[in-house]
């Protein structure tokens, strides 16, 4: 026996009974996290550091950041 359910399109034209709402960014709404210009992923602004790249100021984060050379 499956859990396949079809979906059918209530009267309301809603697709589904409900929902969570929200962002699946939940703290990016209020600036705790920042996506990475080298990966992309969203980190905390307190992880990684703020470059000069092109006369702007971009957000990395510091797994992408280079080791440093003693």
Known sequence: MSNYQET????????????????????????????????????PRSMGIFKMLINQRMFMCGDCMPAKSA
């Open 8 to 43: 059918k399109i209530a009267a309301d034209g809603l697709h589904y009974k409900s929902k969570e709402g929200g962002s699946i960014f939940k703290d990016s709404s209020n600036g705790m996290t920042i996506s990475c210009y080298k990966c992309g992923l969203h980190k």
